[in-house]
Every structure is written in C-alpha cells, then in structure tokens.
C-alpha cells in the first residue's frame, strides 16, 4: 500500500533492502491496482489478494472476471487438495 505508487515502484526497483520479497525479483513491474480512498479498506484488499492463488491473481490482472468467479467458487475442484480425505501419508 502507498500514497505514491510511482515512488513505490522506484524503491523496489532500486532494490533498497536486501531482504525484500521483491530484490531478488528485479525489475518489478506493476500489473494491477486499486485506489482506494480508506487505508483500513486498502490493508484489509492486499492481504485478501495475497492470499489467492496464482491462477486467481492472473484472472484478475488479466479482467477475466469468469475465471476469477471460478477459482473462486470451488478451489478443490482446481487443485487444492480435498483436506477431507485422509492422505497416503497420515498415521491413521
């Protein structure tokens, strides 16, 4: 989250902290955003898209918005392994 993206973007490129997600991930470009006028509501968004998979965060950066209605109805059904289901390696 920021109040100046273009700065942002600066800082990750720039590489400023070594032990940064994004430093060994240069150059960054950025792929999707959402101004929001509320910080809470802004936190409360990144963390929810952070949370998704892959294939959901391309839907959305793509604006596939029936691919990102899918992987949101059933995760099971697209690769998410049925935690219902006893494993092969349980101890049971």
Same mark, same amino acid.
């Given at each position: 989250? !920021? #109040?100046?993206?273009?700065? +942002? ?7 400023? $902290? =070594?032990? @940064? *997600?994004?430093?060994? +991930?240069?150059?960054?470009?950025? =792929?999707?955003? &959402?101004? @929001?006028? #509320?910080?809470?509501?802004?936190? /409360? ?14 839907? &959305? ?8 209605? $899918?992987?949101? /109805? #059933?995760? !099971?059904? *697209?690769?998410?392994?049925? &935690?219902?289901?006893?494993?092969? !390696?349980?101890?049971?």
């Amino acid at each position: 989250m !920021t #109040n100046d993206m273009e700065r +942002r973007l600066v800082q990750h490129n720039e590489g400023m $902290k =070594k032990d @940064c *997600y994004t430093f060994k +991930r240069r150059p960054v470009e950025l =792929k999707w955003y &959402l101004q @929001c006028t #509320n910080p809470t509501e802004a936190i /409360k968004i990144e963390k929810q898209i952070k949370g998704w998979s892959r294939r959901k965060k391309m839907a &959305l950066i793509e604006e596939n918005w029936q691919d990102l209605v $899918k992987f949101s /109805k #059933n995760y !099971t059904e *697209y690769g998410r392994p049925d &935690l219902s289901k006893p494993s092969s !390696t349980s101890s049971e």
